[in-house]
């Protein structure tokens, strides 16, 4: 199982959304914890993590990005 899929196993989100209605407005509460939120930290950063890595021995993952971050010229 590639990373990708072990990450989308996981659907629980480490915060919760409330909406509601006040005053005719829609208010927005987001409500987590610390601990929740540096483990989605640490999962984010290994993600990005095994990302890189792929990117170091791929020759093919390098051309798409020397490609993919090379900015158009602006022609006016």
């Known amino acids: ?4 899929e072990k990450a ?3 659907l ?3 915060f919760f ?3 509601r209605q006040r005053g005719g ?5 987001v409500s987590s914890s ?3 939120m540096d483990a989605l930290r640490a999962r984010i950063r290994s993600q990005s993590r095994v990302v890189a890595e792929h990117f170091a021995v ?3 993952a390098q051309a798409f990005l020397d490609d993919w971050s ?3 010229p602006l022609s006016r």
């Open 12 to 14: 629980e989100a480490p």
């Open 70 to 72: 090379t900015p158009e």
């Open 8 to 10: 989308d196993q996981k």
């Open 17 to 19: 959304v409330r909406r």
């Open 34 to 36: 610390l601990s929740e």
């Open 25 to 29: 407005r829609t208010v927005v509460q």
């Open 1 to 4: 199982m590639t990373p990708a």
């Open 58 to 60: 791929d020759p093919d």
